[in-house]
């Protein structure tokens, strides 16, 4: 029987793979580097393996994925912002320029005093400053319109009479062909307007209304008769205030405003405004 005998060459790599070992595991346990050489010569370096801590994921708010419009989408959007309000307010400044230009917000009366009053004449409604229309008028066979005068020469009292049709026609016609060239004011005509003549001394332009008090003014007659210029201011003024109308201003406009507003009330339909 044969005894096998083993080389020193393999003896010595036995040795060297069982240091290597060695040092592998200490170099497991211990963190430490270590450093060992490979049957052929070559040098290794042993790392510990480190553990990398877990980051956590970063947290965003909703408003972080919101897509901002471009600058110049947003300078578009203010522009038309903008417009959009100039023309609110332009439409709105217009509309209340309008509303002024003619009618004035209802007056407050004084304590004792009522929008309402027994009507002064057939032709006046219970309202102050307020006629019939020409419909009920004809309707209630008011053909014919009075009312009192007094001469400046010889200061005789008397009545007039009007043909209710004839006359509203010539005022009617007046307007039409002069309006746009009145300007929103009263002509000379109707500022000092041409009196009656007087039928006792034989006066001409002399005979002048007999007013009153405000509330119990002839109106329809002076409008006829083409004699509110007669009127003061002040009487002008109430007539403007009882029927919603702008009051304030010289007494050519004032005028001018009660000759519309009171052919507004005979013919609702006509071109007045």
Known sequence: MKRSMSSPLNDSARHDKENHEDLLKLSLSTGSRAVSSSPLGQTYHHHPITTMPSTPAPQFSESFFLVTPPPSTLHHQDITANNNSSMASAAVGSSSSRSRNR??????????????????????????????????????????????????????????????????????????????TMHDRAPAIWMNP?????????????????????????WLFLLLGQMLGCCKLSELKYFCKHTRNHRTGAKDRVLYLTYLSLCKQLDPNGLYD
């Not at 057939?122 to 229309?133: C, D, E, N, Q």
């Not at 053909?143 to 209710?164: F, T």
């Not at 009196?195 to 509330?215: A, D, E, H, R, Y």
Request: with cysteine.
């Open 194 to 218: 041409n009196l009656p003549n007087c039928k006792f001394c034989g006066q001409s332009n002399c005979v002048k209304p007999i007013l009153g008090k405000k509330k119990s003014i002839n």
């Open 103 to 180: 009618k004035s917000p209802v007056q407050k009366l004084r304590p004792g005093k009522t929008e309402t009053i027994p009507a002064p004449f057939p032709w006046a409604t219970t309202r102050r400053a307020t006629v019939h229309s020409l419909e009920y008028l004809t309707s209630h066979n008011m053909n014919k319109i009075s009312g009192e005068v007094q001469c400046k020469r010889c200061e005789q009292k008397y009545e007039i009479e009007y043909d209710l049709h004839a006359k509203f026609m010539e005022v009617a016609s007046f307007i039409s062909e002069n309006k746009y």
